[in-house]
């Protein structure tokens, strides 16, 4: 099996110390980073919006921050009708913790998708799921924020009776919020996929080939 080169404790010491520098360097760019998000302007929503909380009640804006004033939204990518499950989207909604300490800082996490609550269901009773999950059948929410295909993830901010859209991200962006692949980028063989930069014989896969439900890892 290729893996990295042995040797002695203090060579390794001056690798690591001077990969530290480095990561030291991307620690600050990314806090440069959040200090530029925080100041990025917002767009003011229509708070005539209507979607469908898990217990079936139709709920406006208000709804989805259930007293909250921030609100991160997962675009989930299931639509009406839908005869699959879009394994990146489920193995996200996975990594995702209990909201206590989130909470804390008065925001919220939800998932959103154009699937009505009737098909919605028996997802979150297969997968486990306790994560809110609203659907936005009927409304046209999402295509008013350009979520027209595919999954992302937007900020929102309530202020009163005002609601505006913070942020958005989507592919890589919602890709660096998951813990399994910040772990697997620790670790010598990291995800093992093609795209990776990694040294000769390393194992690698096409690009998320080997995902699963999480019901489904094992089966032929």
Not at 41 to 66: I, N, Q
Not at 68 to 91: A, E
Not at 106 to 128: F, H, N
Not at 159 to 185: E, P
Request: contains cysteine; charged residues 25%; proline residues 6%.
């Amino acid at each position: 099996m290729n893996r990295p080169q042995v040797v002695s404790p203090e060579e390794w010491q001056v690798a690591r110390d001077a990969l530290l520098v480095k990561e030291k360097e991307h620690t600050r760019a990314l806090d440069a980073l959040a200090a530029e998000r925080r100041r990025l302007p917002m767009v003011r929503l229509d708070p005539g919006y209507r979607f469908t909380a898990p217990d079936g009640e139709e709920v406006g804006l208000a709804g989805l921050f259930d007293g909250m004033r921030q609100l991160v939204v997962y675009h989930f990518m299931l639509r009406p009708g839908q005869d699959y499950l879009c394994d990146g989207c489920c193995s996200f909604t996975d990594n995702l913790a209990d909201q206590v300490h989130l909470n804390a800082r008065d925001t919220r996490l939800i998932l959103l998708c154009r699937a009505p609550q009737a098909e919605i269901a028996p997802v979150r009773e297969r997968m486990g799921w306790t994560v809110p999950w609203y659907s936005s059948f009927g409304s046209s929410f999402e295509d008013d924020l350009g979520v027209t295909s595919g999954f992302g993830l937007s900020v929102l901010l309530r202020d009163g009776d005002g609601f505006f859209r913070t942020y958005f991200t989507t592919a890589r962006g919602v890709d660096r919020l998951r813990m399994d692949f910040n772990l697997l980028d620790l670790t010598p063989y990291g995800r093992q996929e093609i795209w990776e930069d990694s040294p000769a014989g390393w194992p690698q896969d096409p690009t998320m080939s080997w995902l699963r439900l999480r019901d489904e890892y094992g089966k032929a």
